[in-house]
């Protein structure tokens, strides 16, 4: 929230006025939050799990959500476990975009609990964010910078400045050949997708919340996001993807899902 | 929770920037505004009987009421880019206090297409026969001014980004919004030209601007918020 600005930066004011201006940034970062008010007053009591904390575990729990007259989830539960990933085959229009947009907070469920690492998400959303990365069908990408000029605005959002390995990560993604000085608007819908996947890869997230991540690519760019997934989970971090192919993952580590009504 | 994160002051500098270089990139949306400005404030005096003293008389609705309709023109601009490419939503769910984020590109585009405006108006007044001693005075309240319209313009523009028909609805919302800022700019102006002390309009201009600056980010961001619901 707000007040990350002075807390984790303390050489910005002396101090002496840390404090107040501390406590005013809180009340601010309060009422930014006024639509949530529930948030606000948990958040004084929060408990506040270590970084090394062993079990970063998503956990749904009976998750209603309504768009407009349609019920569209009806009491949904499932966990994830840290190094796993859960595939939704769920067929069209059964809410696999609206449970995503629910789990990153976009949308607000009528009922039930969302919790990360034991702390329910609504208490402190800042932190799951911060855990967590979504990739949905807009790719956010701005059509009149390069590759390069998206990666390293998307990785300042996020990342403290420093050496980030920009080049790499495009590298890795397949996309080395491409002309640095090209703007993203004269790229192809696959490898636009691959530039947003080499800034997932940037991100250090533990949660990845993905909406239809092979649309437009080929194949090679398919085994590209599934290695990018190994990867991902082979270093503990956990993924929801809603797709109708499922991608070839670790059995042992893969769940998929084919309709919501079935038990997760 | 990943150990190191980047400061909130320094991804809304991300953000300004990248905005700044996104307008070199694409001159278009920031020099339609100045260019409608500048062009409407020209064609007040043909239209006129071009009798200085009534031209003076004028002057301040005159430069008032384009500054109001060229800054809507640029509101449109304000949020809907990065609405329909999804930049928003990364920004809701980067972590980083989405307020913040919000006033860093209210910001730029207050640089963008506040500021311009603040530079032109002066000579703007000149052509509409204000006297050179107006100017300081002039150009204070149309700063103030800009700013609470870009201010005010953002809760607009987050709360049509949804619209179909974003523009006129845009406008019923924001104008009504924004009247105080138009009587009491236009008077300040006024004020200025007539060669009298302008100061007490300026400060209620100025006091409106610390009211938008402090209330209305919150208000614009929770009206973005909605519309990405």
Known sequence: ?264 | MSASRASTASAALAVLRRDLLLAVRRPGEWLQPLAFFVLVTVLFPLAVDPEPSRLRQLAPAALWVTLLLSSLLALEFLFREDRRDGTLEQYLVSGQSFTALLVAKTATHWLLTGLPLVLVGPLAALSLGAPPQALPGVCVALLLGSVSLSLIGAIGAGLTLGARSGGALLSLLVLPLVMPVLVFGARATQLAIAGDEAASALYLLAAIGALSLTLAPLAAAAAVRISLE
Request: aromatic share 6%; charged share 20%.
């Open chain 1, 1 to 264: 929230m707000v007040s990350a600005l002075l807390g984790h930066n303390p050489r910005l004011v002396p101090a002496r006025v840390t404090c107040s201006f501390k406590q005013a940034w809180a009340d601010v970062a309060k009422l930014v939050d006024a639509a949530d008010l529930k948030s606000a007053s948990r958040r004084g009591v929060r408990v506040r799990v270590p970084p090394s904390a062993p079990n970063l575990r998503l956990e749904v729990h009976k998750l209603h959500l309504w768009r407009g007259d349609r019920h569209l989830l009806r009491g949904l539960s499932f966990a994830l476990d840290p190094g796993s990933t859960l595939q939704l085959l769920w067929p069209n229009g059964t809410g696999k975009t609206s449970l995503l947009r629910c789990l990153a907070g976009f949308l607000h469920a009528e009922e039930g609990q969302i919790r990360w690492g034991g702390v329910s998400v609504r208490a402190d959303r800042d932190a799951f964010h911060w855990d967590m990365a979504y990739l949905g069908h807009d790719t956010a990408l701005k059509a009149d910078l390069t590759a390069l000029e998206n990666l390293r605005f998307a990785c300042a959002l996020r990342v403290p400045r420093g050496e980030v390995p920009l080049q790499a990560a495009l590298d890795s993604v397949g996309l080395s050949k491409i002309d640095p000085r090209q703007p993203v608007r004269s790229l192809s819908a696959g490898q636009q997708r691959r530039v947003a996947l080499a800034r997932l890869s940037l991100w250090d997230a533990k949660l990845w919340l993905l909406d239809e991540p092979a649309s437009n690519l080929d194949a090679a760019g398919q085994a590209v996001l599934e290695a990018l997934l190994k990867a991902h989970m082979e270093s503990g971090g956990a993924a929801i993807l809603a797709t109708h192919h499922a991608l070839a993952l670790p059995q042992a580590h893969c769940r998929l899902w084919q309709s919501p009504s079935d038990p997760a």
